[in-house]
T-cell receptor, first 111, second 118 residues
Framework: QKEVEQDPGPLSVPEGAIVSLNCTYS??????FMWYRQYSRKGPELLMY????GNKEDGRFTAQVDKSSKYISLFIRDSQPSDSATYLC???????????FGPGTRLSVLP | GAVVSQHPSRVICKSGTSVKIECRSL??????MFWYRQFPKKSLMLMAT?????????EQGVEKDKFLINHASLTLSTLTVTSAHPEDSSFYIC??????????????FGPGTRLTVT
């Protein structure tokens, strides 16, 4: 079993749809959780980060962490074609530890 | 926000030559810099971690003599691919962790360097 798993997609949705992106993980020690967005041939950019369990909202984006299920989600409301990218989850167990990345989910938002 | 630059963005070199890629944190001091490799439609593969002024820590399977990493200052790290071969062709991405306390778990990525070895 891989340490972090993510549905690779591609996931295609119509503009305006609510998108749910998910990662599961096996290491119960993880407590820092990040979501990155990567456009084609570009470096990843940090979208959201959360510590431990709970929800965090930033504009159209909401990150959820369920540590009991070892499951994290990123929700995108009112999706736009500009949201078309690969979304990577990343996590670490303690301050300063290297991140473990998921393989990424390719999202296409169709106009 | 924190900005990380990479230079060059794209490089083509002949087999057997060496290529140097620079990674700079433009508006913050980076305690740690990371080098990743990414194949098409694949996730990031961590190659090595470097702290300013000390030797890099390489991930298992990464040849330290082939991928030379130097982290000379809190704003600059370099990756040199020595004696490049076509199989070294890839997208290389660096990232930097900010020194400021309370945010050290965030990593900021550079735009990547596309290396093609002919």
């Amino acid at each position: 079993q891989k340490e972090v798993e993510q549905d690779p997609g591609p996931l295609s949705v119509p503009e305006g749809a609510i998108v749910s992106l998910n990662c599961t993980y096996s290491n119960s020690a993880f407590q820092y959780f990040m979501w990155y967005r990567q456009y084609s041939r570009k470096g990843p950019e940090l979208l959201m980060y959360t510590y431990s369990s709970g929800n965090k909202e930033d504009g159209r984006f909401t990150a959820q962490v369920d540590k009991s299920s070892k499951y994290i989600s990123l929700f995108i409301r009112d999706s736009q074609p500009s949201d078309s990218a690969t979304y990577l989850c990343a996590m670490s167990a303690y301050y300063g530890q290297n991140f473990v990345f998921g393989p990424g989910t390719r999202l296409s938002v169709l106009p | 926000g924190a900005v990380v630059s990479q230079h060059p963005s794209r490089v083509i070199c002949k087999s057997g030559t060496s290529v140097k890629i620079e990674c700079r944190s433009l508006d913050f001091q980076a305690t740690t810099m990371f080098w990743y490799r990414q194949f098409p439609k694949k996730s990031l593969m961590l190659m090595a971690t470097s702290n300013e002024g000390s030797k890099a820590t390489y991930e298992q399977g990464v040849e330290k003599d082939k991928f030379l990493i130097n982290h000379a200052s809190l704003t600059l790290s370099t990756l040199t691919v020595t004696s490049a071969h076509p199989e070294d062709s890839s997208f290389y991405i660096c990232s930097a962790r900010e020194k400021a306390s309370g945010r050290a778990y965030e990593q900021y990525f550079g735009p990547g360097t596309r290396l093609t070895v002919t």
